[in-house]
C-alpha cells in the first residue's frame, strides 16, 4: 500500500448532509493494490518453476450469498494465478431446493459431508489453502468445523491458533509448532520477536508472519486505505484517540476485530445482544488493582510471568453501562456485522462525519446513512478476499519453512 | 464395575404413581466403585515411590455453584489421595461481592487473569491435571478459553481434540501428536484399533485410551449404574431399542452426549432452544443417497476415503420435525440440563417407569418426577468428579509415555 485509495475529509471537509452526502466507498478499489502485489509474488513463483497455490472452497449448502461469494472468490482467484476449486457438497445435475438442506431428510448428513470434504482437503498435498463458506449451522456446531481445518491449510485464519496469536500480539510464529498449547511450546519467550526487530520486520531464523483473521484484517486494511489510521503516529498506536463501535462481537470477526483495533490504539464499543464491552490497549505498566475486588497473590505472580514472556493479551475488556446509542454517538467510526435484514442503525445516531463500515450480508445501515456520514463502505468482502489470498501465499511460505523447497 | 448399583425395574415392577413413586438415585453411590479403584491406582504410584498426580482448579468468581463444585472436588480429591489446589482470582483477604465479578470496575481485566492462571498452569510441570469452574462469560468466548488448557492437562476433556475423538470413536491416541489436525498427524489409518483390540481393550504400542468430556461420560456411567445399558448385547450396542432425550445441545455436554448415546445405539433426539435433532448411530453400510439431494462426486469420493481410513462420525444427525413434549413422551430416558430456575419438564409428558436424570444446577424436572418415572437421579456431580479423577490418571499415563516414567 502506497497512498490511501481516499483521503478522510470528515476533519476539513464539509459536514456531510443531504444536499452534500459523504463519500461511498467501494472495497474493489482498496484490494486493487493487494491484488497487483499478490498476482506478481505468484509470477514470481511460476517464473521459478514453481506450482501455482490452490485453493480449494468448500460449498456446504447452496444458500445465495454462500454461492455468489463462492463465484467471487473464483473470479479473484483467476485474476491473480491462483489455482481455485470449488468442491460442493451437493449434486447440480439434480436439482436442488435450498429447503433440502435444512436436514430434514431421513439420510441428512451435512455435517459428516463437510467434515468429509474438509479431511480430504487437508490430506491432499496438492491443496495449499481451504476456505469454507459458512454459515452453515451457525453457533458453536460452526466453531467446531472451523478447528477441523489443518492451521498449516486455514486461509480464513479460524484456528483457534491464529485467535490467539492475534489475542496476544504473536507476530512471529514457528510454523511446525502451529497448534501446540500456549504456555508449553506454542511461544517460548526467547522466540517472541523483539519490539525492535518488529518496527524493522525482521524475521526471527525459521519463523514467518503469524495468519490472522482475514475479515478483521480486511476491516484494518480499509481502514488504512480511507484515512483512519494516522500514519504519523507510531506503529501499534495509529488509532490513537480514536473511538470505534463493533457492532457484533462473534469469536469469528466481532471480537477479533476489537482486539485488533484496540491493539491499534483505539477506545472500542463491542455491542452484542446481550452486552456491550468496552477494550482498550493495555497500558505497558502493570494496571493498578481493580475497584472492589483484590488479586490474589496466585494471580499476581502468574501476571508477573506471562508478562516477562509476554504472553498476555494486548487489550483489556470491561463491561460496559453505555446504550447501544451512546455509543455510537461517541464514535469517529462505526462498523455493523449484524447478519439480520431487520436490523438497521439510525441515521441520527451517527456522529456528523464519522467513517461508516458495513461487513454483514444485510445492510445494516439506512439509505441515508451519507447524508451524517462522512464515508460509507457499503461491504468490504473484494478485500477480505484478497486478504484470504494473501494468507494463502504465506501458508504456502509455512509448507516451504516446514519440509524446505517444494516444486 | 461389578453390578448395578440399582437394578433397572420399570419393566418388570409396577408402574410409579403417587403412593409408589420411583426410586431416588443419588450420583454417590454410583461414583464410589469408581472411586475406590481411583485410590487404590494412586497409592499403587505412592508404593512405587512416584508422585501423587496434582490437580489444579481455576476458580475464576466467587459465584456460589462454582465455590461449592469446587469444594466437592477438594473432598473427592483428599478422599482419593490427589494433591488439589484451588487457583482463584481474587484475593479471599478482601471482601468480594459477587456484583463485582461482573466486570463495570475500570481495570476489570477477568479473561486476562483467567488466562495468566491457565497459562501458568500449563507452564508448571508439577500440575498434571486442570480444571476450570465455569460458566464464566457464557457462551463462545468459554469455548475459547477451553481450548487454551493443554490437551495434555484437561481433565475436563473439553478440548476440541477429545472432542473429535468422541465424535468419531477414536478410542486410542498417541499422546505426543494431541492437537494435530484431523486427516494430517492426528489419525493414521494404520494407527486406528482393529474393532477385535478394542474389544478386547489391548492397547497399541505406544498408545493410551482417549480422554472423554466428563460429564457426557459421567451420564454414560450413571445409565451403566441403573441398568439402562443392557449387558446382554454386544459392546457398542449396549443401548440398542431405546429412546432417549437430551434437552440441551451445548458443545460442552448436550452435543457429545447425544453422540454418545447414539454410538451405544440410542436413537436420541437433542433438544435445543432454538432446534430438534434426532442423532443415530451410523450404519456400516454406506447410507442411501438423501432424499431431494445427490451428493457430489467429490463428497462421495472423500466419503470413501475417509470410511476405509475409520474417519467418519460415529453417528447421523438430521432435524427433527417433533416438538418437544412428543419427544419426551417417546422416550424411556429423559436427561436434561437446561441452566434456568424456570425450565421445568412437564412430569405429564414422561413415560410411566422411564429413567429421569438431571444435570443442570437448577432442578429441570418436577417435585412430582417419581409419579412418572422409575428413577429419578437428581445430580450427577459426583460421578462427573469421579470422571474427571480417572481422566487425571490417564493424562499422567500420556505424560509417562510422552518422556518416560516419571517420579
Redesign the interface.
Not at 467434515?115 to 490430506?123: G, P, R
Not at 478447528?147 to 498449516?152: A, G, L, N, S
Not at 494496571?287 to 494471580?299: L, N, Y
Not at 483489556?316 to 453501562?321: E, L, S
Given at each position: 500500500m502506497s497512498e490511501p485509495v481516499v483521503q478522510h475529509t470528515s476533519q476539513s471537509g464539509s459536514t456531510p448532509s443531504a444536499e452534500n452526502p459523504g463519500k461511498l466507498v467501494q472495497a474493489s478499489g482498496i484490494a486493487a493494490p493487494f491484488q497487483d502485489a499478490i498476482k506478481e509474488a505468484i509470477q514470481a513463483r511460476v517464473d521459478q518453476g514453481k506450482s501455482r497455490p490452490k485453493l480449494v472452497g468448500i460449498l456446504p449448502t447452496p444458500s445465495p450469498p454462500s454461492v455468489a461469494y463462492s463465484e467471487w472468490t473464483r473470479k479473484a482467484c483467476e485474476a491473480v494465478g491462483i489455482e481455485f476449486e470449488i468442491?460442493?457438497?451437493?449434486?447440480?445435475?439434480?436439482e436442488?431446493?435450498e429447503e433440502?438442506?435444512?436436514?430434514?431428510?431421513?439420510?441428512?448428513?451435512l455435517?459428516?459431508?463437510v467434515?468429509?470434504?474438509?479431511?480430504?482437503?487437508?490430506?491432499d498435498e496438492s491443496v495449499h489453502g481451504i476456505m469454507v463458506y459458512y454459515p452453515i449451522f451457525f453457533g458453536?456446531?460452526d466453531?467446531?468445523l472451523q478447528?477441523?481445518?489443518?492451521?498449516?491449510k486455514d486461509v480464513e485464519g479460524l484456528h483457534?491458533s491464529y485467535?490467539?496469536n492475534m489475542y496476544h500480539n504473536v507476530r512471529w510464529i514457528s510454523p511446525s509448532k502451529l497448534?501446540?498449547?500456549?504456555?508449553?511450546t506454542r511461544e517460548l519467550p526467547e522466540e517472541r520477536a523483539t519490539r525492535e526487530a518488529l518496527d524493522a520486520e525482521q524475521v526471527p531464523p525459521g519463523m514467518a508472519k503469524s495468519i490472522l483473521p482475514c475479515t478483521p484484517l480486511a476491516m484494518v486494511k480499509c481502514l488504512e486505505a480511507v484515512g483512519v489510521y494516522d500514519r504519523e503516529l507510531p506503529y501499534g498506536d495509529r488509532l490513537f484517540g480514536k473511538t470505534i463501535t463493533v457492532v457484533n462481537r462473534?469469536?469469528v470477526v466481532g471480537?477479533p476485530l476489537a482486539a485488533l483495533l484496540s491493539n491499534d490504539g483505539a477506545k472500542v464499543y463491542s455491542v452484542d445482544i446481550d452486552s456491550i464491552q468496552e477494550f482498550n490497549k493495555?497500558a505497558v505498566e502493570p494496571?493498578?488493582?481493580?475497584?472492589?475486588?483484590?488479586?490474589?497473590?496466585?494471580?499476581k505472580?502468574?501476571?508477573a510471568?506471562?508478562t516477562a514472556s509476554q504472553?498476555?493479551?494486548h487489550h483489556?475488556?470491561?463491561?460496559?453501562?453505555m446504550t447501544a446509542e451512546e455509543c455510537i454517538r461517541a464514535s469517529d467510526v462505526v462498523i455493523s456485522g449484524v447478519p439480520s435484514a431487520n436490523y438497521k442503525i439510525e441515521t441520527d445516531w451517527i456522529k456528523p462525519g464519522a467513517v461508516c463500515v458495513n461487513f454483514s450480508s444485510e445492510k445494516n445501515f439506512k439509505p441515508d446513512v451519507r447524508t451524517r456520514a462522512s464515508m460509507y463502505l457499503p461491504a468490504i468482502g473484494k478485500t477480505t478476499i484478497a486478504m484470504l489470498q494473501r494468507n494463502l501465499l504465506r501458508l504456502v511460505e509455512y509448507r516451504e519453512l516446514s519440509e524446505g523447497p517444494s516444486k
Open positions: 468442491w460442493k457438497t451437493w449434486d447440480d445435475s439434480v436442488v431446493k433440502d438442506h435444512k436436514g430434514t431428510a431421513p439420510d441428512f448428513d455435517e459428516a459431508d467434515e468429509d470434504l474438509i479431511i480430504a482437503a487437508n490430506a458453536r456446531q466453531t467446531y478447528q477441523i481445518v489443518d492451521p498449516r483457534f485467535c490467539w497448534g501446540n498449547a500456549p504456555g508449553t462473534s469469536e471480537r493495555r494496571s493498578s488493582e481493580p475497584q472492589g475486588r483484590a488479586r490474589s497473590e496466585i494471580v505472580k502468574a501476571h510471568q506471562n504472553l498476555r493479551p483489556v475488556v470491561r463491561n460496559c453501562n
